[in-house]
């Protein structure tokens, strides 16, 4: 592209009713980030002189989430008269005094178009040396789009919206998708004059680009290579459409990095996940959120990490994980559930139905299975026995139980916090630990057991059980 300056707006004050949701339809999530955070990011990757994004419904959400993707943007706010026209109006009135460039209009519901297509339709407007350019599509089903009416010698000749069309008009398939390139000088004063005498009472954008084309001004329509690209998002079919196309070309870019991925049908990357050449995906896994992955880790099936962290050939499979921590050649799951402050040290375990929460594991210790670790700190080479408990909260505060390095803990182990396992400790099976143990001892709750013989056949007489063990006996 030239060097001329470039201002980009982004359209971002419409509600989205269609979507039948609390939530603004620009804030609903794809991939990991808000649909409008999509075209935030396209916009700074075109390195535009200034970003102006023009807002209304829920102003003040949605200008977080612009600013959160781009600092530098500036928030205008949209005032009550309606229509693109009148946002892009205002818009112009945040941009520096004597500028003199382009301005790239961009939706905030287009979240899939990107960078290199936009620059390719700059080059072409700029190369024209056009007053105006309309990036255009042709729709398997045009409803809702305005269509692009072009001349007998194929030059633009109008756009029409769709209310304001004509039945022939209706049957045209290469639409208008809203993005739109201008040349700055005659843009504020055709915005000024356009009314609002249309079906829907708005100040029309289009109604621009048929002022210059009328005033002798060069415009031109050009089309965009697919029409996925410029598919807008108004309902929630059409936001899982976006979300899987995204999708797939998320999988294949990693795919193309190195990374295995078994069933790219199942499997779901956000765009802020991380992964490292030969890193393995097995079915069903979602990694969302600022997940981590290190080379030659392995992970799911069948498994959910949002925003963990996972060493190099660590394996982790069917298993649910968040703001967790997994060191180098650990192992985790089947069926283990990570909450927030997960750390397992480098080949530990954490293993089948186990449930930890803010936890420190060390390295080489394990939980393999059947066990609720909680507020806990393991150390080094430590091995806790099945079903363990830490019983962290009184009812009033949580506590924390430290279990020292190379402990070895009973089965159907319960730790009373606040308590603290010594270095070297054992535990016999079945223990309730209500106090501190000291390093190499050996804590048990005695308890010695008792039989009391023939007491099936005095209180169960007739059953299978009184009937066994009377054979039993006989032999």
């Known amino acids: 592209m030239s060097e001329r300056p470039l201002a980009v707006v982004i359209l971002a004050a419409g509600q989205g009713t269609r979507m039948k949701s609390a939530t ?48 530098d943007a500036v928030i205008v706010d ?81 756009i029409v919206e769709q209310r304001d069309a004509t039945e022939d008009e209706l049957a045209i398939g290469e639409v208008n998708t809203g993005v739109y390139a201008f ?30 084309r009328a ?26 459409e976006a979300a899987a196309r995204l999708n797939a070309l998320i999988v294949r870019g990693w795919q193309l990095e190195g990374v295995t991925v078994q069933d790219p049908a199942t499997t779901w990357i956000d765009l802020t996940v991380t992964l490292a050449p030969d890193v393995e995906i097995l079915p069903g896994t979602q ?33 649910d994980g968040t703001l967790a921590v997994i060191g180098a050649g650990a192992s985790v799951g089947p069926f283990a559930y990570l909450r927030p402050g997960t750390e397992l040290g480098a080949n530990g375990k954490i293993g089948t139905f186990v449930e930890t929460k803010n936890a420190h594991i060390g390295d080489g210790s394990k939980v393999p299975h059947l066990s609720y670790i ?56 079945g223990t309730v630990v209500r106090k501190n143990v000291p390093p190499g001892s050996l804590a048990i709750n005695v308890a010695p057991q008792r039989n009391i013989e023939g007491w099936v056949a005095s209180n169960r007489p007739g059953t299978e059980a009184a009937s066994a063990a009377a054979e039993s006996g006989n032999e």
């Open 215 to 240: 005033a002798g001004s060069s415009v031109g329509a050009v089309p965009v290579s697919e029409a996925w690209l410029v598919a807008g998002i108004n309902d929630r079919a059409q936001l899982s």
């Open 78 to 158: 949209q005032d009550e008269i309606p229509g693109t026209g009148r946002a892009v109006e205002a818009a112009l009135a945040a941009l520096p005094e004597g500028f003199d460039g382009d301005v790239l209009v961009l939706n905030g519901d287009v979240p899939l178009l990107d960078a290199v297509t936009l620059r390719e339709f700059l080059v072409s407007h700029r190369s024209g040396d056009r007053a105006a350019s309309v990036l255009t599509a042709v729709m398997p089903d045009p409803t809702g789009y305005g269509r692009v009416v072009r001349g007998a010698d194929g030059t633009l000749e109008r």
């Open 24 to 71: 603004p339809k620009l804030l609903h999530r794809l991939a990991g980030v808000p649909i409008v955070s999509h075209v935030v990011a396209t916009a700074r990757e075109l390195a535009a002189d200034r970003v102006v994004a023009v807002v209304r419904y829920e102003r003040d959400q949605v200008a977080e989430a612009v600013t959160g993707a781009f600092p």
């Open 183 to 212: 040349g700055v000088a005659g843009l504020r004063d055709l915005l000024a004059s356009l009314s609002t005498d249309n079906a829907q009472g708005e100040k029309y954008l289009t109604d621009v680009v048929a002022a210059l």
């Open 374 to 429: 909680g507020d806990t700190e393991v150390g080094v080479g430590s091995n806790v026995g099945a079903g363990t408990i830490t019983a962290n909260y009184d009812g009033v505060n949580k506590h924390r139980t430290v279990v020292g390095s190379h402990v070895r803990t009973g089965s159907h182990n319960v730790f009373v916090a606040p308590v603290r396992i010594g270095d070297g400790a054992y535990t016999g099976a």
């Open 287 to 319: 990694l969302r959120g600022a997940t981590v992955v290190a080379t030659g880790a392995t992970i799911g099936p069948d498994t959910t990490l949002v925003d963990c962290e996972i060493g190099e050939n660590a394996v982790v499979k069917r298993t």
